[in-house]
C-alpha cells in the first residue's frame, strides 16, 4: 500500500533554509514524482506533423535563409509536451525536415550524435559520409554515426527534402554533444552497398579485417522495399511485416542509441502493437496509415510523421484496401535495451 508521505511544508522553515545553504533536499517529498507507481510519467505527447503544412514553410525558408547563413536549413519537429524551444520529439529523439536547393552545399562537419536521414522527396542530392558518395533517392535510409565526416551537394533541378532523425536530446543530456568543422571531402571510390548486396553472404576478411565500423552508410529503399514485399509473399500469415536496419558484420542495430525499421501494412490491415517502454517515430513512406495511441488517431499521409510515447499500445491501419503501405520506424529500443530498461508489456 502506498500512503501519503511527508510535505515540504511539513518541515520548520528553518531547517528548510539550512538544507538549502548546504545545496541540500529532502528526498521523500519528491518520492511519488520521480518514482511514480506502475508506469513512467511522460512529458512526450502523441503528435502528428502535417507534410503539407511543412513544405510551404521550408520552401520559405529557403527564400528567407540562404544555406551560408544556415549551414544545415531544417525545420524542427518538436513536441510541445518537452518545450517546442528543446527540439525534443521524444527524450532522445530530434526530427527536422531538411531543405537542400539545387546547385547548394552543406559544408563537411562532424559530431558526436548520431544521424539518419530518410529521404523525402526530390532528384540528385547526395550525401557524402566517410568518403563515400550517398546518392538520395525518395524512401532511401543514409547513416551519419558519431563521428563520420558529412556534408551535403545537390546536383539535380528540384528542391530535395529529408528527415533528420539524430539521437540529440540525449547526447545533448549528456553533455556530450559537440561538432567539428572540416573541409571538402574527397570522394572515394567504391561503396558498402555494393559490399553486402545479399543477406546470408557476406565478405570473408582472410588477410584484413574492414576497419570500418558502419561498414553500410546507404540502405536503397529498393532493395528494404523488395525485402518487405518477398517477405510477405514467402509467408502469408506473417502478422508484422517488418525489417530492422542493421550493420550487417555485426548484426546489431544499425546505430547504438537509436533503432530504425521499415514496416509493410497488407491491404486493410490493422496491426496493434503492444505497449512498450522506447518511444516511437513513424514516416509514411508510401499509401495512406492511420496511427491510434493515446486516444488520438492520426490519418499519416505520404510523408507525414507522428510520434508517440511509450508504455501505450498502438494501433497502425492501412486505410487502403488494395494497396500496401511502408512505413519508417524510429525508436529508442537500442538504448533502453542497453540500459536494461526496456520492456513490452
Ligand atoms: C546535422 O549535422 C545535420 O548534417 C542535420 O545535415 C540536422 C541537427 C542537429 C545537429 C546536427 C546534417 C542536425 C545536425
Not at 544545415?72 to 537542400?100: D, F, I, T
Not at 539518419?116 to 535510409?141: F, I, K, S
Not at 517488418?242 to 537509436?258: F, H, K, R, S
Amino acid at each position: 500500500m502506498s500512503h501519503e508521505l511527508g510535505r515540504l511544508e511539513d518541515l520548520p522553515q528553518d531547517y528548510r533554509d539550512d538544507l538549502k545553504n548546504l545545496n541540500l533536499v529532502p528526498l521523500w517529498p519528491s518520492l511519488r514524482a520521480v518514482l511514480p507507481p506502475g508506469v513512467p510519467t511522460r512529458a512526450t505527447q502523441a503528435v502528428h506533423w502535417a507534410y503539407a503544412d511543412i513544405k510551404p514553410l521550408l520552401l520559405k525558408a529557403g527564400e528567407l535563409t540562404p544555406i551560408e547563413k544556415a549551414e544545415r536549413r531544417v525545420l524542427v519537429l518538436a513536441n510541445p509536451g518537452h518545450g517546442l524551444e528543446n527540439m525534443k520529439a521524444s527524450p532522445a529523439m530530434y526530427l527536422g525536415l531538411q531543405l537542400l536547393l539545387p546547385g547548394e552545399w552543406a559544408p563537411s562537419h562532424r559530431h558526436t550524435p548520431n544521424a539518419v536521414r530518410m529521404v523525402v522527396e526530390g532528384e540528385g542530392a547526395y550525401t557524402t559520409v566517410d568518403g563515400e558518395q550517398c546518392p538520395m533517392h525518395r524512401g532511401d535510409l543514409i547513416l551519419t554515426p558519431t563521428g563520420l565526416w558529412h556534408e551535403h551537394g545537390h546536383d539535380g533541378s528540384e528542391p530535395v527534402v529529408w528527415l533528420d532523425v539524430l539521437d540529440l536530446p540525449l547526447v545533448y543530456y549528456m553533455e556530450a554533444s559537440y561538432h567539428v568543422n572540416g573541409s571538402r571531402q574527397s570522394v572515394q571510390p567504391g561503396s558498402g552497398d555494393r559490399a553486402w548486396t545479399r543477406a546470408g553472404v557476406v565478405p570473408t576478411h582472410v588477410f584484413s579485417r574492414s576497419d570500418k565500423r558502419y561498414p553500410l552508410l546507404r540502405y536503397a529503399w529498393v532493395d528494404t522495399r523488395a525485402a518487405l514485399l518477398a517477405m510477405a509473399d514467402n509467408d502469408p500469415a506473417l502478422e508484422c511485416v517488418q525489417v530492422t536496419y542493421v550493420n550487417p558484420e555485426t548484426g546489431d542495430d544499425a546505430e547504438n542509441i537509436l533503432g530504425f525499421y521499415a514496416l509493410m501494412l497488407k491491404p486493410g490491415q490493422a496491426l496493434t502493437l503492444p505497449a512498450r517502454s522506447p518511444s516511437q517515430v513513424f514516416h509514411l513512406i508510401e499509401g495512406g496509415v492511420d496511427v491510434s495511441t493515446c486516444g488520438k488517431t492520426f490519418e499519416l499521409l505520404e510523408a507525414d510523421t507522428c510520434c508517440a510515447p511509450g508504455y501505450e499500445p498502438l494501433t497502425l491501419t492501412n486505410r487502403s484496401a488494395d494497396q500496401a503501405a511502408f512505413v519508417f520506424i524510429a525508436d529508442e529500443s537500442p538504448l533502453h535495451r542497453k540500459l536494461g530498461v526496456y520492456e513490452a508489456r
